[in-house]
């Protein structure tokens, strides 16, 4: 699993107006910070209102490192993103339950790290390709995707169906065939591993 750490220096301030990620939610933008006596103790609070659909958290400036919030990547860092979403070698059709896989991609989601929502929004992607995916996993597939899309968009200061076409040109140039054929022969049999 990457850590958030891999993905961008976690910052412990924000300004006003600025953008930020917030974990499985995505881009937002720093609205205010607000004190306010909780429980006896002034607290300071950023409001961050969320892009994708306009939901606004109140977030404790002492906890935003915790809850994972952090800037959106710089366009340099794309290439990076873009790497996770070509490196089909590590994807392998799990044969696990969908159940178990949703919580795995759903923990990679709140991680925060446009790393994992990358590796969440691939293996989802080729695997949509060899079968029909749960409605829990089109939810998250529908997710990373909304994530992705939008953080890049954002970073490369360009519209997301530009950013939706990169995307898809990429993975038309992946021998995702091959994947789906290697796949029908996973290692050990096609048996769990016991944890």
Not at 18 to 38: F, N
Not at 65 to 93: M, S
Request: proline share 4%; with cysteine; hydrophobic share 35%.
């Amino acid at each position: 699993m990457i850590s958030q750490d891999q993905t961008h220096t976690n910052p412990t301030t924000f300004k006003v107006n600025e953008m930020a990620v917030y974990p499985a939610h995505g881009v937002g933008i720093i609205e205010k910070i607000e004190s306010k006596k909780i429980s006896g103790k002034q607290q300071n609070f950023y409001i961050m209102n969320i892009i994708e659909n306009n939901i606004k958290i109140m977030i404790p400036v002492d906890n935003v490192c915790n809850i994972g919030v952090r800037k959106v990547i710089k366009a340099d860092y794309i290439p990076e993103v873009y790497k996770v979403l070509r490196n089909i070698e590590d994807f392998y059709i799990d044969r696990q339950t969908w159940n178990r896989r949703y919580k795995e991609y759903t923990d990679k989601l709140k991680a925060g790290s446009i790393l994992s929502v990358a590796e969440v929004f691939r293996d989802l992607y080729i695997l949509k390709l060899t079968k029909t995916l749960s409605f829990g996993e089109r939810k998250l597939f529908d997710t990373a995707n909304s994530l992705l899309v939008k953080e890049i968009a954002i970073a490369k200061n360009t519209d997301e169906k530009n950013i939706l076409f990169e995307i898809e040109t990429l993975f038309s140039e992946l021998p995702l065939d091959d994947l789906k054929e290697d796949n029908n022969n996973p290692p050990n049999g096609g048996k769990e591993a016991v944890e």
